[in-house]
């Protein structure tokens, strides 16, 4: 049976669990609560010896990497082709996507996240005004890029349906809430997106993404006493 690790803060473990949800693939859930350490205990680290969630065991076989998984769930169970896309130019434009975003959407959304948000409740102080300002604006060449080359003339990321591309990049654009920014502001294209990869997801979207609104709930409250 396949066993997934993840803890649903983590971006890339939300999309796997949106994917699974959506395809009703039958898994067995085991959370791992990465404020409590459980990603670098003994049992875990047999898992995934880099200490790094999501990871998967399907009967025996252990898969780590978000990317790497989500493609391996596409092709070892039976989901709708626009996921994965079996045609080769249409899969490409997937990969192309996956590609890039590990050093863009993925490094610039957690990065703001991680300045804005966790070294702020860590240290009880707020990150100095250039740091922050850096980091939103490489977040913004990120979000412009999305608008004008992978949205320009698509309703999705890589074409016209929902693909595994989608999960990665909505999932990491929405962490950015929770410090109460709203990176779809002023950016119609990548509002449309977001509200049309949620209805896709709908209701799995919503019910993975709870704890980003109380991140941004104590996160403003922490804001208010600095």
Same mark, same amino acid.
């Given at each position: 049976?396949?066993?997934?690790?993840?803890?649903?803060?983590?971006?890339?473990?939300?999309?796997?669990?949106?994917?699974?949800?959506?395809?009703?693939?039958?898994?067995?859930?085991?959370?791992?609560?990465?404020?409590?350490?459980?990603?670098?205990?003994?049992?875990?680290?047999?898992?995934?010896?880099?200490?790094?969630?999501? &990871?998967?065991?399907?009967?025996?076989?252990?898969?780590?990497?978000?990317?790497?998984?989500?493609?391996?769930?596409?092709?070892?169970?039976?989901?709708?082709?626009?996921?994965?896309?079996?045609?080769?130019?249409?899969?490409?434009?997937?990969?192309?996507?996956?590609?890039?975003?590990?050093?863009?959407?993925?490094?610039?959304?957690?990065?703001?996240?991680?300045?804005?948000?966790?070294?702020?409740?860590?240290?009880?102080?707020?990150?100095?005004? &250039?740091?922050?300002?850096?980091?939103?604006?490489?977040?913004?060449?990120?979000?412009?890029?999305?608008?004008?080359?992978?949205?320009?003339?698509?309703?999705?990321?890589?074409?016209?349906?929902?693909?595994?591309?989608?999960?990665?990049?909505?999932?990491?654009?929405?962490?950015?809430l929770s410090?109460?920014?709203?990176?779809?502001?002023?950016?119609?294209?990548?509002?449309?997106?977001?509200?049309?990869?949620?209805?896709?997801?709908?209701?799995?979207?919503?019910?993975?993404?709870?704890?980003?609104?109380?991140?941004?709930?104590?996160?403003?409250r922490q804001?208010?006493?600095?």
């Amino acid at each position: 049976m396949l066993t997934f690790y993840y803890d649903i803060m983590s971006q890339p473990s939300r999309a796997i669990f949106q994917f699974l949800k959506a395809n009703n693939i039958v898994y067995k859930d085991h959370p791992v609560a990465i404020r409590k350490g459980e990603h670098k205990s003994d049992w875990y680290m047999k898992i995934n010896p880099m200490g790094k969630v999501p &990871a998967i065991n399907d009967n025996g076989f252990i898969l780590t990497e978000s990317v790497a998984i989500l493609k391996y769930l596409a092709v070892r169970y039976v989901v709708p082709d626009h996921w994965y896309p079996s045609d080769p130019q249409q899969r490409a434009r997937v990969d192309e996507y996956m590609a890039w975003q590990h050093m863009n959407t993925r490094f610039n959304s957690a990065g703001l996240f991680w300045k804005e948000v966790m070294i702020p409740q860590m240290t009880g102080k707020p990150l100095d005004k &250039a740091t922050l300002n850096k980091a939103v604006s490489e977040l913004n060449n990120t979000l412009d890029m999305l608008q004008t080359m992978f949205l320009k003339d698509r309703q999705f990321l890589c074409g016209d349906n929902i693909t595994i591309a989608d999960l990665l990049a909505v999932n990491e654009l929405i962490q950015c809430l929770s410090s109460g920014r709203d990176v779809t502001q002023g950016r119609p294209k990548l509002q449309a997106w977001m509200n049309r990869v949620r209805e896709k997801l709908h209701p799995h979207f919503d019910n993975s993404v709870g704890m980003i609104y109380k991140l941004r709930d104590m996160s403003r409250r922490q804001q208010a006493r600095l």
